[in-house]
């Protein structure tokens, strides 16, 4: 079954340090793959996304993602996290099929 | 306003009722998608609609029902709601085909079943 994982249910970082938010997928073929971000009592915001080309996805907030075939991961990075950037983060693919399979999401915490 | 709006943001009603949640959307999207958001579950895809009149079952599509008559709108009925149907509801759009569109959202309805 085709499928996304994201292993932190949490994930706590110092304000200032880097952050990275894990996702690794089991999907046929070669995916779309995108993060999202919620906020509290908000919908999901589009974060990032790969196509194709390079692995490393710039997107918005300061966040990047890289994209890793072989190990068929697509971790989300910030060289410097900042408070407001506590939030549900969640990984999606897009396979060849219409629907986007969700990972479960994960929690970051930044403390100040 | 464009964008992608729903109504009500926050319902109560009790067992057994019908509710119909809303979903209108500004940029004539083929596809749209509802979601209900789960602790502990993430996010799982109740029904989607490739287009006008064209409806699909997702993952959990069980006490629900939808329609589209309209491009632009896309309501998720719970015929008969129970307590287990208590969720936050997500719906979203995205422009068609195999393209790599990104998905957006709305807002969300916080549905609560008494």
């Known amino acids: 079954a085709q499928s996304v994982a994201q292993p932190e249910d949490q994930v706590n970082v110092a304000e200032g340090n880097p952050l990275t938010v894990k996702c690794t997928y089991s999907v046929s073929g070669n995916p779309y793959l995108f993060w999202y971000v919620q906020y509290p009592n908000r919908g999901l915001q589009f974060l990032l996304k790969?196509?194709?080309?390079?692995?490393l996805v710039k997107g918005s907030y300061g966040f990047e993602a890289e994209f890793n075939k072989s190990q068929t991961s697509f971790h989300l990075k910030k060289p410097s996290a900042l408070v407001s950037d506590s939030a549900l983060y969640f990984c999606?693919?897009?396979?060849?099929?219409?629907?986007?399979?969700f990972g479960t999401g994960t929690r970051l915490q930044v403390f100040p | 306003d464009a964008g992608i709006t729903q109504s009500p943001r926050y319902k109560i009603t009790e067992t057994g009722r019908q509710v119909t949640l809303m979903c209108h959307q500004t940029?004539?999207?083929?596809?749209m998608f509802w979601y209900r958001q789960d602790l502990g579950h993430g996010l799982r895809l109740i029904y989607y609609s490739a287009a006008a009149d064209i409806t699909d079952k997702g993952e959990v599509p069980d006490g629900y029902v939808v329609s589209r008559s309209k491009t632009e709108n896309f309501p998720l009925t719970l015929e008969s709601a129970t307590r287990s149907q208590t969720s936050v509801y997500f719906c979203?759009?995205?422009?068609?085909?195999?393209?790599?569109?990104?998905?957006?959202f709305g807002p969300g309805t916080r549905l609560t079943v008494l």
């Open positions: 979203a759009s995205r422009a068609g085909g195999d393209s790599p569109d990104t998905q957006y």
């Open positions: 999606a693919v897009r396979p060849y099929t219409d629907k986007l399979i």
């Open positions: 940029w004539s999207h083929s596809y």
């Open positions: 790969y196509i194709t080309g390079d692995n």
